[in-house]
Every structure is written in C-alpha cells, then in structure tokens.
C-alpha cells in the first residue's frame, strides 16, 4: 500500500500509453518501470472498475476537462488497492491536448465504502447486457438516474465522499 503523505503520479499520451510513473506508483502497483513505460494505462484496471465511470473519465479529459474519482486498480500480483485520482489534460503551447497526467491520493475508508456500493450496482447494471457498450450505456444511464435522485452531480457526488 501507500501512505497518507504519498501521490501515485503517471502520465501518458493521447491513447492511454504510460510515458512516465513514479516510485510511488511502481511500488504500489508492483510493476518495474520498464514493464509500465510504453504499456496502456489499463494495465491496472481492476475487472471491479465499472466501464462506465472509465468512458465518463475519459469523455471528460479528452474533452479537455479534469475529473476526480475514486478507482480500484490491480497490482501487478492480482492484489487491489483504491486512489482517489485526479485526472487531467496536458496542453501544449497551441493549446491542444497532448497528453494525459493523474495524481492519485490514498482515500479514505468511508469514500471507498460509499464507492463500492454504488460501483458494484454499476457493475450489475453492465453484466446484464451482453452487448458491452449496451452495458456500459445502460450503467452510464443508471448512473445519471442514481445522481439524479440525490440531486447532485457526479463531481459533486465524488467530493462529498
């Protein structure tokens, strides 16, 4: 695990491929560096990650807008530990999206509870279509009906975590 006082730092480019990692993250994820740099940044998705708060971070940061969210991802020896990341373009100076760059924090228990919960509704919601992009659309759908009925937002929902 990680520490309270560290961040996981990556980055990658325009299609996910990692370009840089920290100490941090190759020690918390169990990957050597050589083993990440030039890997997608899937590599750690963890199969509990519901795809559709994944298409929601990346709709929002290839859009050119950052986004906080609470992920699990998988250590290289099938072992799982949550961040709170926050994820964001890279511009160069034409103002264009040239990258990708997250800084993840460790959460707190309550935030990966509430989490959890609502990640394995999402995830149940996914498996009951066999069509992938059918069950992330109709998760995508339960999500936004889920922030709805709390009459908040997603990044207010996050936050409030």
């Not at 709709?59 to 906080?68: A, L, P, V």
């Not at 160069?92 to 509870?113: K, M, T």
Request: glycine share 8%; hydrophobic share 40%; with cysteine.
């Amino acid at each position: 695990m990680f520490h309270q006082d560290e961040i996981i730092v990556s980055k990658t480019d325009l299609k996910g491929i990692i370009t840089y990692a920290n100490d941090v993250f190759l020690r918390v994820s169990g990957y050597a560096e050589a083993e990440l740099l030039g890997r997608p940044h899937n590599i750690v998705r963890h199969p509990d990650m519901p795809r559709c708060v994944y298409k929601l971070l990346w709709d929002r940061i290839q859009g050119g807008g950052e986004i906080f969210a609470y992920v699990v991802n998988r250590a290289k020896n099938g072992d799982h530990y949550w961040v709170f990341a926050h994820v964001t373009p890279v511009f160069d100076a034409s103002r264009n999206i040239a990258g990708f760059h997250s800084s993840r924090r460790l959460p707190p228990r309550s935030a990966v509870q509430a989490a959890e919960g609502l990640y394995g509704l999402l995830r149940t919601e996914e498996a009951k279509h066999a069509d992938r992009n059918a069950g992330m659309a109709a998760a995508s759908s339960l999500l936004g009906s889920i922030l709805r009925d709390k009459g908040t937002t997603y990044d207010e929902f996050v936050l409030s975590l």
